[in-house]
């Protein structure tokens, strides 16, 4: 019996704000054949967002029993709220040779990278640090204090960008989702 081919696994990495939802929804309606990966997180659905499909939204207390019971292939703490990825759905796609993306925070992608070093990475940023925060008041979904934290949790995150395999300035939605594809594509 020939072996089948295992699936790839993508990860996009960005700061809050650089865009990384409107690029990956782009990358999904132009690659059909990809399997999004649906987090699991313990903060509530912003309006837009469909529980299921968004994100699996969980109380607190059924999330730490899922780490307990190893459920997940990574999680972090984000400015007061847990966000996981669930290991089951992506190794059964992973073994139906089914290419998956996710969309993960950088302690996530470590986290990851150690148990499965072939993952492609690919980390998103803004074209500055005042775009960013631009974005962020835009979106007009947080306090001033918590704006504040993901600025300066962004800050840290792009003294990571030297460890993902490729990096894409989101300046243009559609110059992005082109220089992601391409990397998938090249891999």
Excluded: C, W
Excluded at 5 to 19: H, N, Q, V, W
Excluded at 48 to 63: C, L, W
Excluded at 121 to 138: G, Y
Excluded at 152 to 164: D, I, N, Q, T
Aim: charged share 35%; net charge neutral; aromatic share 8%.
């Amino acid at each position: 019996m020939a072996d089948e081919k295992m699936g790839r696994l993508f990860i996009i990495s960005a700061p809050s704000g650089t865009g990384k939802s409107t690029v990956i929804k782009e990358i999904m309606a132009r690659r059909r054949d990809l399997k999004f990966s649906v987090s699991a997180t313990t903060r509530p659905a912003r309006g837009d967002e469909t529980p299921g499909v968004s994100y699996h939204f969980i109380a607190r207390r059924k999330f730490d029993r899922m780490i307990k019971a190893g459920k997940f292939l990574e999680y972090a703490e984000y400015v007061g709220n847990y966000y996981g990825t669930p290991k089951k759905p992506i190794y059964d796609s992973l073994r139906k040779g089914e290419d998956v993306i996710l969309d993960i925070d950088v302690q996530g992608e470590r986290q990851i990278k150690k148990v499965m070093p072939e993952a492609i990475t690919i980390f998103l940023v803004p074209p500055s640090m005042e775009e960013l925060e631009r974005r962020l008041r835009e979106r007009g979904t947080d306090s001033e204090e918590r704006l504040i934290a993901r600025l300066e949790r962004a800050k840290a995150e792009f003294s990571e960008l030297g460890k993902y395999d490729n990096v894409v300035v989101n300046d243009n939605v559609g110059d992005a989702v082109q220089q992601v594809l391409a990397i998938m594509d090249e891999e």
